[in-house]
């Protein structure tokens, strides 16, 4: 049987309390995978926004779901559900419910035991406030197609019309919070939000398989607030299958690593190097690993700020004995657009003025034997800007190994990443 994953992002669950235990080793595997603009380099008007390390400092104090809470615990209880309806739109259409169908078991659960449900989740990106086209409306609309009742879409996700809103629902109800996005304090897990955000309910559950990797208010934030705090179903069954992935995955394991930052995923790395026999690096957040090692990357997208501690996780791999595969070769473009010029070229000869957005064949080739005798293989995000013809084959050309490895040898692989259940 093929024993391919297709594994949805993934989140932490409460009594998440920063610096009070280690890191949950099952969650660090799958993190975000940017689209296709988190490949662009980054244009000094805009600016990088950088995250460090201590934004993953996330930790278990226990590994509580729902079903340890009794009836008692949830009947007539405000809880609000961290779930993930990131979904894929075309304009108002929902093209992929995959995340809002996954919620529905937790909400059903909840609403079964007597509990008020509010949702809240992001989606998108939103860069200055409320926008239309990032509104939660139609994933409001299509749960409530699912679970056969209304779901109320509340106009804001706080405030007192939010705190109206929830206080007059009735047990049963689900209700769902605008985008948490519009909102900066969000991403900041500013304080003041967070209690604003808190203050309906009365406990929080966290079944978002997509956000955890990140502090942010709606995900961590609120559980200094909301006790108890707990997973949902969607939440504790992929960490419970992604512990013993690693925990007690057959060796050799390997972990492919890609997406867009450093940043975002340098406390991943760390500890994949414990846990893996091999790591491959791709994506974006290979040019800072190329500029660590003294090449050129011309345009490509580059973290300056974490040249050093790509230098570090090559040092650690080298202490450790570990092998970290770089591609050799890279499609450049000499503009991040659908019908850029491309041409391949050495991964030590990318010449000024244009951007890698994508592994070359060679380095596909090499990815194939780096990982023929692997018995476990874990990949999280891409190897280049899969969204655009001109730079998928790297990507594509990975998962078609990963494919192999699982049908002809019964390799167990698990594929990561925001859009890997599209």
Not at 35 to 55: Q, Y
Not at 174 to 195: D, H, P, Q, S, W
Not at 235 to 259: F, Q, R, T
Not at 372 to 377: A, H, I, L
């Amino acid at each position: 049987p093929l024993h391919l994953r297709l594994r949805p992002k993934f989140s932490l669950v409460n009594s998440i309390k920063p610096n009070t235990m280690k890191l949950f080793n099952a969650a660090l595997i799958l993190a975000v995978i940017g689209n296709a603009s988190a490949f662009a380099p980054a244009a000094p008007s805009l600016g990088l926004r950088t995250v460090g390390p201590s934004t993953f400092d996330f930790a278990l104090d226990a590994k509580k779901s729902i079903e340890d809470l009794s009836e008692a615990d949830l009947k007539g209880k405000k809880v609000l559900v961290r779930c993930d309806v990131n979904v894929p739109l075309d304009g108002k259409k929902i093209t992929d419910d995959t995340r809002i169908r996954s919620s529905i078991p937790t909400i059903e659960y909840l609403k079964g035991k007597g509990a008020i449900v509010t949702v809240c989740s992001h989606l998108g990106r939103p860069k200055d406030g409320p926008e239309d086209k990032f509104s939660l409306g139609p994933c409001a609309e299509r749960m409530g197609e699912l679970l056969g009742q209304e779901v109320k879409l509340a106009p804001d996700c706080i405030g007192e019309e939010v705190s109206t809103i929830v206080n007059a629902a009735k047990e049963g109800d689900v209700i769902m919070l605008e985008n948490t996005r519009f909102y900066k304090e969000e991403e900041k897990n500013e304080a003041g939000f967070v209690e604003k955000l808190a203050a309906p309910f009365d406990l929080f559950v966290n079944d978002a398989f997509g956000t955890a990797h990140r502090a942010h208010a709606s995900t961590e934030g609120v559980t200094k607030f909301l006790q108890p705090s707990v997973s949902g179903f969607l939440l504790a069954k992929e960490l419970e299958y992604l512990d013993g992935a690693i925990e007690n995955g057959k060796k050799p394991m390997a972990a492919i690593v890609g997406g867009s930052k450093v940043s975002s995923k340098i406390t991943v790395l760390n500890a994949l190097l414990d846990k893996c026999d091999k790591i491959i690096i791709g994506g974006g957040m290979v040019f800072t690993f190329l500029k660590a090692k003294g090449l050129n990357v011309g345009t490509s997208l580059v973290e300056d700020d974490y040249v050093e501690t790509a230098k570090e996780v090559l040092a650690k791999a080298e202490k450790l004995g570990k092998e970290i595969l770089l591609p050799s070769d890279i499609v450049i473009a000499d503009k991040f657009a659908a019908d850029a010029e491309t041409k391949v070229v050495s991964s030590d000869a990318i010449p000024d003025g244009w951007m890698g957005l994508d592994n070359g064949p060679a380095s596909t080739a090499e990815q194939k034997e780096f990982l023929s005798d692997c018995q476990t293989v874990i990949m999280n995000g891409p190897m280049g800007v899969f969204e655009m013809k001109a730079f998928e084959k790297g990507t594509f050309g990975l998962v078609d190994i990963l494919a192999d490895l699982s049908k002809e040898k019964g390799a167990i692989t698990i594929i990561g990443g925001g859009n890997r259940v599209s």
